[in-house]
């Protein structure tokens, strides 16, 4: 079992900045894949980002690339989203993913957070 907690989500302006973290529990985290989804309303859940176990490899959403930056801490079992030039368009509520090394390749993920609200609006 993996427990994910997000944090780091809230209100901010087109074009601004906003940093999301992922704190894991539970399993070894250090040989799980990560990813980052978000939901807007009345849409399906969507790819956002994800992070192989070592770190190495790094795959994003055409729509957020060049914008947003996944990053791990194997020593802090966290994993953050860094995302810069916000767009209302990226209002969303964000989840942290997490699954097996194969995960990162497949694209599925096993264990989700509660996900944090995230809003670009002037």
């Known amino acids: 079992q993996v427990q994910l907690v997000e944090s780091g989500g809230g209100l901010v302006q087109p074009g601004g900045s906003l940093r999301l973290s992922c704190a894991a529990s539970?399993?070894?985290?250090?040989?799980?894949?990560m990813g980052w989804f978000r939901q807007a309303p009345g849409k399906e859940r969507e790819f956002v980002a994800g992070?192989?176990?070592?770190?190495?490899?790094?795959r994003y959403a055409d729509s957020v690339k060049g914008r947003f930056t996944i990053s791990r801490d194997n020593a802090k079992n966290t994993v953050v989203l860094q995302m810069n030039s916000l767009k209302p368009e990226d209002t969303a509520v964000y989840y942290c993913?997490?699954?097996?090394?194969?995960?990162?390749?497949?694209?599925?993920?096993?264990?989700w957070g509660q996900g944090t609200q995230v809003t670009v609006s002037s």
């Open positions: 992070i192989s176990w070592s770190g190495d490899n790094t």
């Open positions: 539970g399993r070894t985290f250090s040989g799980s894949s």
């Open positions: 993913a997490a699954g097996d090394s194969g995960s990162y390749y497949r694209g599925k993920y096993d264990y």
